[in-house]
């Protein structure tokens, strides 16, 4: 930026002016939120009469101000007169004629777009692509799966169902009212978690065949971060002492596996 800025003003003498002898032209000035601040200082010295060989010194100070663009960079302002005149006007007073520049360096043009390093992109592809794997497959392991046993001839036996139910929207309604959602990546961690490996499931079956109570029907509950074995008896309305009969709760980890017991209605 380049710019030229013309300066002109009147001084008023209390006496006549004849004859200005001596002149001098001096400035200051600052830069404070896009407007630069500044003073000329005219003195020197002048003769009130053409027969006069005495001389009367004078000095007064101009103030000024410009105002800039907020895309200039304040501190490579500079400043510099580029002409300086004056005149007697009647007699009586100076008028003052100066011409100064500004010039500064501009601010650069803000990138509309940020280059993305490939090896990033190609991760966070990756990962993208594993997540969709990962969620397809969850989709179809969350279908319940039921496990019968039929009674013998000799001797009959209760019926077991073991459900393997999806926990997350009944999780979900509860968790609103206390946190905002979770993000992708612990979606997809408690996804993970909720699988139930063919152990676990084995285990599971002979834990449901030990029992002899009457209940048939079975949730498989994955503990929670801070969750407490009587917030999960009042998410499932089961009384904590059913889930002691079929889990050992004096120690509950994030992680864990515990079947919740649920009468037929």
């Given at each position: 930026?380049?710019?030229?800025?013309?300066?002109?003003?009147?001084?008023?003498?209390?006496?006549?002016?004849?004859?200005?002898?001596?002149?001098?032209?001096e400035?200051?000035?600052?830069?404070?939120?896009?407007?630069?601040?500044?003073?000329?200082?005219?003195?020197?010295?002048?003769?009130?009469?053409?027969?006069?060989?005495?001389?009367?010194?004078?000095?007064y100070?101009?103030?000024?101000?410009?105002?800039?663009?907020?895309?200039?960079?304040?501190?490579?302002?500079?400043?510099?007169?580029?002409?300086?005149?004056?005149?007697?006007?009647?007699?009586?007073?100076?008028?003052?004629?100066?011409?100064?520049?500004?010039?500064?360096?501009?601010?650069?043009?803000?990138?509309?777009?940020?280059?993305?390093?490939?090896?990033?992109l190609?991760?966070?592809?990756?990962?993208i692509?594993?997540?969709?794997?990962?969620?397809?497959?969850?989709?179809?392991?969350?279908?319940?799966?039921?496990?019968?046993?039929?009674?013998?001839?000799?001797l009959?036996?209760?019926?077991?169902t073991?459900?393997?139910?999806?926990?997350?929207?009944?999780e979900?309604?509860?968790?609103?009212?206390?946190?905002?959602?979770?993000?992708?990546?612990?979606?997809?961690?408690?996804?993970?978690?909720?699988?139930?490996?063919?152990?676990e499931?084995?285990?599971?079956?002979?834990?449901?065949?030990?029992?002899?109570?009457?209940?048939?029907?079975?949730?498989?509950?994955?503990?929670?971060?801070?969750?407490?074995?009587?917030?999960?008896?009042?998410?499932?309305?089961v009384?904590t002492?059913?889930?002691?009969?079929?889990?050992?709760?004096?120690?509950?980890?994030?992680?864990?596996?515990?079947?919740?017991?649920?009468?037929?209605?």
């Open positions: 930026m380049f710019i030229k800025i013309p300066f002109e003003s009147t001084i008023d003498f209390k006496t006549n002016i004849s004859e200005v002898t001596k002149m001098s032209l400035h200051d000035f600052n830069v404070s939120g896009g407007v630069v601040l500044g003073n000329f200082y005219i003195s020197g010295e002048y003769k009130a009469h053409e027969v006069s060989v005495n001389k009367e010194p004078f000095k100070t101009l103030p000024f101000t410009v105002e800039i663009s907020d895309r200039i960079k304040e501190d490579t302002l500079e400043f510099n007169i580029e002409d300086f005149s004056y005149d007697i006007v009647d007699h009586k007073a100076l008028k003052v004629n100066i011409e100064y520049s500004l010039s500064a360096d501009e601010k650069e043009e803000e990138e509309l777009f940020t280059r993305v390093d490939e090896s990033e190609e991760s966070e592809l990756a990962f692509d594993n997540f969709l794997d990962n969620n397809e497959k969850e989709e179809t392991s969350k279908e319940s799966v039921k496990v019968v046993e039929e009674p013998s001839e000799e009959t036996k209760p019926t077991y073991l459900t393997i139910e999806d926990n997350s929207e009944r979900d309604a509860a968790a609103k009212k206390e946190e905002a959602k979770e993000d992708e990546k612990e979606a997809e961690s408690t996804e993970t978690k909720e699988r139930l490996t063919a152990e499931e084995k285990t599971i079956m002979e834990t449901i065949k030990s029992s002899d109570d009457t209940f048939v029907t079975y949730h498989v509950h994955i503990v929670k971060e801070n969750e407490t074995i009587e917030s999960i008896s009042a998410l499932y309305s009384p002492t059913l889930i002691s009969e079929y889990n050992t709760i004096d120690n509950l980890n994030t992680g864990d596996k515990i079947l919740i017991p649920k009468c037929d209605e």
